[in-house]
């Protein structure tokens, strides 16, 4: 795989998207843009182009389960990992039905956050899960 270049990141909470960006931007290299309003995320996904898109599932407007059947309505396929603070089995089950990547709880603190991207950097680079995930 290529080496990530640039992250979307779809989440109206803007502390979780000033602590995923930070995790990101501690990677090294990488572009991070933010988007807080799901209705702008298909305009933002088509005009960025992002390598993997992060995408909170409960957001006002649209959730994340719209967003994401609305990227995948367009033939994107562009990789989406979903990262919410629900932990619920259906809605883990609904993510990956809709056509997610992959799907994490959101960590509880910025270290949390650290060790979060940077496994989906190693991930990302490696083309395999890293130890002990």
Same mark, same amino acid.
């Given at each position: /795989? &290529?080496? +990530?270049?640039?992250?979307?990141?779809?989440?109206?909470?803007?502390?979780?998207?000033?602590?995923?960006?930070?995790?990101? #931007?501690?990677?090294?290299?990488?572009?991070?843009? &933010?988007?807080?309003?799901?209705?702008?995320?298909? #305009?933002?996904?088509?005009?960025?182009? $992002?390598?993997?898109? /992060?995408?909170?599932?409960? /957001? $006002? #407007?649209?959730?994340?389960? !719209?967003?994401?059947?609305?990227?995948?309505? &367009?033939?994107?396929?562009? $990789?989406?990992? /979903?990262?919410?603070?629900?932990?619920? %089995?259906? !809605?883990?089950?609904?993510?990956?039905?809709?056509?997610?990547?992959?799907? +994490?709880?959101?960590?509880?603190?910025? #270290?949390?956050?650290?060790?979060?991207?940077?496994?989906?950097? %190693?991930?990302? &680079?490696?083309?395999?899960? $890293? !130890?002990?995930?």
């Amino acid at each position: /795989m &290529t080496k +990530l270049r640039k992250v979307l990141i779809v989440d109206d909470n803007p502390r979780c998207g000033e602590l995923l960006s930070l995790a990101f #931007e501690a990677c090294g290299c990488v572009e991070v843009e &933010t988007e807080a309003k799901s209705r702008n995320a298909l #305009e933002r996904v088509q005009a960025s182009r $992002p390598d993997i898109i /992060m995408l909170d599932i409960k /957001m $006002p #407007e649209l959730d994340g389960f !719209d967003v994401l059947s609305a990227i995948r309505g &367009t033939g994107d396929s562009v $990789p989406v990992i /979903m990262c919410s603070g629900s932990a619920l %089995q259906n !809605d883990v089950r609904r993510a990956y039905a809709s056509g997610c990547n992959g799907y +994490l709880e959101k960590p509880a603190s910025l #270290e949390g956050y650290r060790n979060m991207v940077s496994a989906i950097c %190693q991930y990302w &680079t490696m083309n395999k899960l $890293p !130890d002990g995930m």
